[in-house]
């Protein structure tokens, strides 16, 4: 499909709420970045889509992996709600690739998790430096 056609399913209703569709994530690499966060949250790297390539989350959010080759890449940070039971294998290849992981988004607490809102969680970076959240339980907001 052409990057610049139109909605490839033109039967599909429109949404009647805001909702995040995607997001350009910026890398020096793309792929490496892609599978990189792929192979952490056991996702699967899609097919390259125009300049982007895509990590489907499964809510019909997908990161979209631009190259970035005008400057340095800003870190920005990216928080993943994940399924509880699947925490514990993310933590485990974090370690198997030599990444270190923290508790807190300061990066202050290495090699821990917390515990925030009754589920667990731990940052880290990617090989850009974005600022990676995984947890599992959302934040209590007022």
Request: proline letters at 11%; zero cysteines.
């Amino acid at each position: 499909m052409p990057y610049d056609q139109q909605h490839p399913n033109p039967a599909e209703t429109p949404t009647t709420t805001v909702q995040l569709n995607h997001i350009a994530v910026y890398a020096t690499d793309r792929l490496l970045s892609a599978e990189f966060l792929a192979a952490i949250l056991e996702l699967k790297v899609g097919a390259p889509f125009g300049p982007f390539l895509p990590i489907d989350l499964g809510n019909g959010v997908t990161l979209d992996f631009y190259e970035f080759r005008d400057g340095p890449v800003q870190p920005q940070h990216y928080a993943f709600l994940v399924p509880e039971a699947r925490f514990d294998a993310m933590v485990a290849r974090l370690e198997a690739v030599g990444v270190t992981y923290y508790a807190d988004p300061s990066h202050t607490q290495p090699g821990r998790t917390n515990d925030l809102f009754g589920g667990r969680g731990a940052y880290f970076d990617d090989p850009d430096g974005h600022n990676m959240e995984i947890m599992t339980r959302p934040y209590a907001r007022p």
